[in-house]
């Protein structure tokens, strides 16, 4: 690391220089701490090692004797006096909650398997992106309600992933943290991997096995705020070091600390973690947590645009998307602010791809309304079409909305038990035909009607009854189905791959909807109302032929109708009549005639 470039803010190595580094016979500590009037390592044994200045505010020493697995913390006295054991900021491991000690690991590379995966990995622009939001605790757990470790979900998660059309997992925060309940959006390592499921280099196994399933793998990422404990930064060297001095900006909604990212150590910190994590674990992206709070003062737009946090967003994300090309920087960000997903060199913030909340509050609004109110209110899901080109966009169905009192994504469609899994179907179908990646969150697979709790597992034994389970073969049906026909993704931020064939007849609850891939297209026929729908007709682009690939109401899938034994192609004049049962969706291929000779 260029000592000098992180001071100015510009360093994404940081890790490299500070932290707990082993060598044969002992460890090299170095840590940033200006303020500090003395700092030492202190081991859980009991043995205290003083460091010593160096360059400017960097404290450093050789401690020997020590070595891969002691756990220490930095014995600071501040500026203020004051004496506190801290967790190591650049650590690379912590002990389980409620320990705090930061443990020496082997800095020597993971032995990956995935160079072929590597080197063929891309943005995925014109591939599908289907992906899946796990917890890890809490997607399964061991009979006495024990944590999987990371190796033993290498060997359950990514073929589950592959068997269910799921191109990506996104794991939420992995980075150390105190509080369950928090999800570990309150960091306090953010350089280490939970120990709650094994060692990092069990996470590098796990991603390893994701890759050999051809799985991507996402980790969400915090550089917004973290925890408050007092063993980890907040007020690190006794004074307000990585956090705002002022409370009214320096503490979040949450009631965690901000960083203050307009310093240019804090911002080699942030980035500099951003980076390991996509280059020691080949991570394949970053969901970015709580973006509106780096673009916002308090992510409020009312309080007008934080400059120095817009510009730290710029830098880091530039400087990623240099060093790690083919990684996915991706923001959950629920602003209108302009081109989130454009370059930073054409004036934009340098990501990806950013989450649609905007489609997906309008969307799950507009399936809890009772079959009446959706006549007026086909807008909630036209809307979407109008702005969905601006930016390369995801749409999310998170953990955020199983939780909190919000009930699961099947839970709100409207109606009663036996209403909400057509309705479901429905609602899948749709998302899948809509512009826009894919994301869903882990156990709305099932028909989960229970809203998501961190201390328990998935409902796996939903699937001993016949909608769950006819539902769960339903998913996985259209995520192969989407994996395989590209105009699910093919182009999809193109306006001239999407056409509405109909979206006149909300007074029928019902619209259709084509997509044009490079080798395939596809036409969506949606009714989102209570009452049979006969005769529905619709003009199609010219004659040809019609596949029936999928109705949300076949048999299989929990519906009435036999599903037929084999997939006849039908020819068509230029439109298509069908009768559509309640809330029902029905998918073609459509294969356009060949124009004759000489006509365009």
């Given amino acids: 690391m260029d000592i000098q470039a992180f001071y100015t803010g510009h360093a994404f190595d940081a890790y490299e220089f500070f932290g707990a580094h082993p060598y044969p016979g002992g460890v090299h500590f170095a840590v940033w701490a200006p303020a500090a009037r003395a700092v030492a390592v202190a081991t859980d044994g009991g043995d205290v090692y003083p460091l010593h200045p160096s360059y400017s505010a960097v404290w450093e020493g050789d401690c020997p004797g020590l070595g891969v697995g002691t756990r220490y913390h930095y014995r600071i006295t501040g500026g203020d006096g004051s004496t506190v054991d801290h967790c190591d900021p650049y650590g690379r491991a912590m002990a389980l909650r409620p320990d705090s000690h930061s443990i020496v690991v082997d800095g020597a590379p993971y032995p990956f398997t995935d160079a072929k995966w590597m080197a063929a990995r891309n943005k995925n622009f014109d591939a599908p992106m289907n992906i899946y939001e796990a917890h890890l605790g809490s997607w399964r757990q061991k009979p006495d309600g024990g944590w999987y470790t990371y190796k033993e979900l290498a060997a359950l998660l990514p073929p589950y992933l592959k068997e269910n059309g799921y191109t990506h997992l996104e794991l939420m925060p992995l980075a150390e943290y105190p509080f369950d309940g928090s999800w570990g959006y309150q960091t306090t390592g953010f350089y280490a991997p939970t120990s709650r499921y094994g060692t990092p280099a069990a996470l590098c196994a796990l991603v390893d096995a994701c890759h050999r399933q051809e799985i991507g793998v996402i980790l969400d990422f915090v550089p917004v705020h973290f925890a408050v404990d007092g063993y980890g930064l907040k007020r690190f060297d006794g004074t307000p070091l990585y956090e705002y001095p002022a409370a009214t900006v320096g503490e979040s909604e949450w009631g965690s600390c901000n960083f203050m990212h307009s310093r240019g150590e804090i911002r080699c910190f942030v980035q500099s973690c951003a980076a390991y994590?996509?280059?020691?674990?080949?991570?394949?992206?970053?969901?970015?947590?709580?973006?509106?709070?780096?673009?916002?003062?308090?992510?409020?737009?009312?309080?007008?645009?934080?400059?120095?946090?817009?510009?730290?967003?710029?830098?880091?994300?530039?400087?990623?998307?240099?060093?790690?090309?083919?990684?996915?920087?991706?923001?959950?960000?629920?602003?209108?602010?302009?081109?989130?997903?454009?370059?930073?060199?054409?004036?934009?913030?340098?990501?990806?791809?950013?989450?649609?909340?905007?489609?997906?509050?309008?969307?799950?609004?507009?399936?809890?309304?009772?079959?009446?109110?959706?006549?007026?209110?086909?807008?909630?899901?036209?809307?979407?079409?109008?702005?969905?080109?601006?930016?390369?966009?995801?749409?999310?169905?998170?953990?955020?909305?199983?939780?909190?009192?919000?009930?699961?994504?099947?839970?709100?469609?409207?109606?009663?038990?036996?209403?909400?899994?057509?309705?479901?179907?429905?609602?899948?179908?749709?998302?899948?035909?809509?512009?826009?990646?894919?994301?869903?969150?882990?156990?709305?697979?099932?028909?989960?009607?229970?809203?998501?709790?961190?201390?328990?597992?998935?409902?796996?034994?939903?699937?001993?009854?016949?909608?769950?389970?006819?539902?769960?073969?339903?998913?996985?049906?259209?995520?192969?189905?989407?994996?395989?026909?590209?105009?699910?993704?093919?182009?999809?931020?193109?306006?001239?791959?999407?056409?509405?064939?109909?979206?006149?007849?909300?007074?029928?609850?019902?619209?259709?909807?084509?997509?044009?891939?490079?080798?395939?297209?596809?036409?969506?026929?949606?009714?989102?109302?209570?009452?049979?729908?006969?005769?529905?007709?619709?003009?199609?682009?010219?004659?040809?032929?019609?596949?029936?690939?999928?109705?949300?109401?076949?048999?299989?899938?929990?519906?009435?109708?036999?599903?037929?034994?084999?997939?006849?192609?039908?020819?068509?004049?230029?439109?298509?009549?069908?009768?559509?049962?309640?809330?029902?969706?029905?998918?073609?291929?459509?294969?356009?005639?060949?124009?004759?000779?000489?006509?365009?």
Avoid at 334 to 345: F, G, H, I, L, Q
Avoid at 357 to 369: A, C, I, S, V
């Fill in 277 to 600: 994590w996509l280059q020691t674990f080949h991570a394949d992206g970053l969901r970015m947590d709580a973006v509106s709070r780096l673009l916002y003062w308090q992510g409020d737009p009312a309080r007008g645009v934080n400059t120095s946090t817009v510009e730290f967003l710029k830098g880091m994300n530039a400087g990623l998307q240099q060093r790690y090309p083919t990684a996915l920087l991706i923001a959950e960000d629920s602003t209108n602010y302009p081109k989130v997903t454009a370059p930073v060199e054409y004036g934009g913030l340098g990501f990806d791809y950013k989450w649609d909340l905007g489609w997906m509050n309008d969307t799950l609004d507009y399936f809890k309304k009772t079959p009446a109110e959706r006549r007026d209110n086909f807008g909630k899901l036209s809307f979407s079409m109008v702005y969905c080109w601006n930016e390369h966009y995801i749409l999310p169905f998170s953990h955020d909305e199983n939780v909190h009192g919000k009930a699961t994504i099947l839970q709100k469609m409207y109606g009663g038990y036996d209403g909400k899994f057509p309705q479901g179907r429905l609602l899948y179908l749709y998302m899948m035909l809509h512009p826009g990646k894919k994301l869903d969150f882990m156990g709305n697979e099932l028909g989960q009607l229970r809203e998501w709790d961190e201390a328990r597992q998935q409902d796996w034994e939903l699937v001993k009854y016949p909608l769950h389970d006819a539902f769960a073969h339903y998913r996985r049906a259209l995520g192969l189905l989407y994996a395989k026909y590209d105009a699910f993704w093919q182009g999809e931020y193109d306006p001239a791959r999407f056409q509405w064939l109909d979206c006149d007849a909300t007074h029928r609850c019902a619209c259709t909807i084509l997509r044009r891939g490079e080798q395939t297209t596809l036409v969506g026929v949606f009714h989102f109302g209570d009452a049979p729908l006969a005769g529905y007709t619709v003009a199609l682009p010219g004659p040809g032929k019609l596949t029936l690939l999928l109705d949300t109401d076949w048999q299989p899938w929990g519906g009435a109708t036999p599903q037929p034994k084999t997939r006849r192609a039908a020819k068509t004049d230029g439109q298509l009549t069908v009768d559509l049962p309640p809330y029902s969706g029905q998918l073609y291929a459509f294969a356009p005639l060949a124009a004759p000779a000489g006509q365009a």
